[in-house]
């Protein structure tokens, strides 16, 4: 199995930026997807953004042109950039990686 390693997540004004990171370790020799989601209190899970090991991109509409996803294969680590942050983004992020779940990171955009 895989063991997952959240962090990155705070308080953060409107227009603000947060990273969050997600390092993956344990007994896989290849991670294809890695993903983020995102839960706000009261709403169903949601897919945030995805990368390939190739490269591949998918963004939610709603973050398009304000988060970046990305990955270091060498470290088996996802980041989720996030600029531009709105009230709205605010909610647990979640990687999820070989169909492991994160532990979440609280953003909270908030003025």
């Known amino acids: 199995q895989v063991q997952l390693a959240e962090s990155g997540g705070g308080l953060v004004q409107p227009g603000g930026s947060l990273r969050l990171s997600c390092a993956a370790s344990?007994?896989?020799?290849?991670?294809?997807?890695m993903s983020w989601y995102r839960q706000a209190p009261g709403k169903q899970r949601e897919l945030v953004a995805l990368i390939t090991r190739g490269g591949t991109l998918t963004y939610a509409d709603s973050v398009k042109g304000r988060f970046t996803i990305s990955r270091d294969n060498a470290k088996n680590t996802v980041y989720l950039q996030m600029n531009s942050l709105k009230p709205e983004d605010t909610a647990v992020y979640y990687c999820?990686?070989?169909?492991?779940w994160g532990q979440g990171t609280q953003v909270t955009v908030s003025s």
């Open positions: 344990g007994s896989i020799f290849s991670i294809n997807v």
């Open positions: 999820y990686v070989a169909s492991q």
